[in-house]
């Protein structure tokens, strides 16, 4: 009886997914088979072509901020390929070329959602990987894998101008420093410094060069001059040079510190100018000691910033498409990922590994 | 011959001028004779009726910064009568009350100080005492003496509607937080918050409150909550009560810091919310450990602030006129100075010494 009266509703089948994940903080990464679920109304299913890897991959994988969730598939810089879309999705079509960033959902309802900082939703916003769904129970993956479904609003637009495996770490390298320079201002006729020459620091140098600032890249090994001048960077300092650094006194707008290991933030401080701005994209571990002194003397300030919020992360990604900027990357295959990780905590990249998904 | 082609120019005679001074870092203050240029052409020549006792004079005249330089005037929130002007001043006439803050020069080249940003002056300014003139030579003595010669460019007007005793600290702690509150636009609609209720916090209550701002006043004191109220405060929170401060986590928009002792700014930068930003105007003499992590979460700022420049001075002794708002104060005879000294230090004040120089 009860059957006449209610429709069969035949749920469709989640999705076999293939992936690499972390088993434990020891294990590094291997193949892992999950399922993601099959894309509901509002959602967009995504074959991914490119997945970068980001410094905080790693620190997951092995439970270095003591919050992993195993098994771990990281991964949220992601490029790929629409194959299927939910009956409410007009944005996106089969076909289309679209990336996943560092959420995949978020409150939608609080006052950071509303102006499209998702990424400070004070809900908690869903993390691309080792997150809970808004069900509270729903581990999230994320795209180290053949394929991602995520909610529409969630997904970006990519140009097809530029090479889509350089696209991929624009996901959270280009908008963790995209948001913090526009967000301030940094324009023409300012002098802009960057700390740590790696995924993210070369991002502040294409970015800050093309917003028209000077731009000068801080580093303690000189051979790391060539490579900045080559990113397009006008000035190099030396900062095992002393005299070089108090030349450098009171001389910055703003200096991008994209440094996540312990250093000496007051050495940067001093070479701000007044009303100068340190934006910290960088998290070290620990607390690290900050002269109020120098802040005060000069009205100089510390800023934070995080990664960026779905509107941004649309506009950096047409800017970049308009402009011609991408990742400096080395192309690997998912099987080397381990290698990968050893060579990035040497810093043995330029600048960023991303991880061709043909080869999973 | 000579005295024939050249007009002889008789110099004004040095004035002889009463006030105290510090002669070594243990000495205390006592009585002091010493002598001010006479008015030059640009020159006002002020008779000092109030001088505030702030609480960095204290740490000059105990060498506490390492860089005082004795026989040691202290004293830069002064206010008092113009006595004399040289020809070129126009702005000022004899009998005008008018006030001298921490600064009597700058280089006036600079670009902070074309901005009229005096305090920040790129030549170094020169403060009103312990600091050279610009001739590099004569030092400056402050305001704990019957009189003073300022350059007219670095006096300002007073309006004789207030109470003067209770407006000369207007002309550092007033102007110390005047200035970071128009700076970052603290306005209607903000949640504000005050860390430490002495001669800066109880102007940052004051200026917040007249400002619109929703005012809370931090303690670890229970007994402040009154004061607090009294200065007029929306709100308190005792920081010795974890709940109260764990349920304030991310609810300001600016935390303003007056506490120059060690203490945890972590705390405060967890109270802040999206976008806020934690002002620093009292500098401990050491680094602090700051949580990198706290500011990037939630793109907060710690920045500092330097009391203010003339131009500002002066639109915030108009403010102040204009809206009934003077320090609270406790006025002392000069030979009091010691022991008032004693009480700052266990903070045994509301809110601020005034000298009545009658008593020199």
Known sequence: MQTKEMPIRILPSPLPTKGYAAYSATSGLSPFNFERRAPGPRDVQIEIQYCGVCHSDLHFVRNEWGMSIYPLVPGHEIVGKVVETGEQVTKFRKGDIVGVGCFVNSCRTCDNCKEGLEQYCLNGAVATYNSYERDGKTITYGGYSNQIVVDHDFVLQVSNKLPLEKVAPLLCAGITTYSPLRKWGVTEGHKLGVVGLGGLGHMVVKFGVSFGAETTVFSRAQS???????????????????????????????????????????????????????????????????????????????????????????????????????????????????????????????????IDMKTL
Chains 1, 2 share one sequence.
């Not at 910033?305 to 506009?315: A, D």
């Open 224 to 354: 790391k001059e060539a490579d900045a001048k080559k990113l397009g960077a006008h000035h190099f300092i030396n900062t095992s040079n002393e005299k070089d650094v108090k030349e450098a006194a009171g001389y910055f707008d703003f200096i991008v510190d994209t440094v996540s290991a312990k250093h000496d933030y007051n050495q940067y401080l001093e070479m701000l100018k007044t009303d100068g701005t340190l934006i910290c994209v960088g998290a070290p571990p620990e607390v690290e000691p900050i002269g109020i002194f120098n802040l005060i003397m000069k009205r100089r300030r510390i800023a934070g910033s995080l990664v960026g919020g779905l509107p941004e992360t649309q506009e950096m990604l047409d800017y970049c498409a308009e402009h011609g900027i991408t990742s400096d990357i080395e192309l690997i295959d998912i099987n080397y990922i381990n290698q990968a990780y050893e060579r990035m905590l040497k810093s043995d990249v330029k600048y960023r590994f991303v």
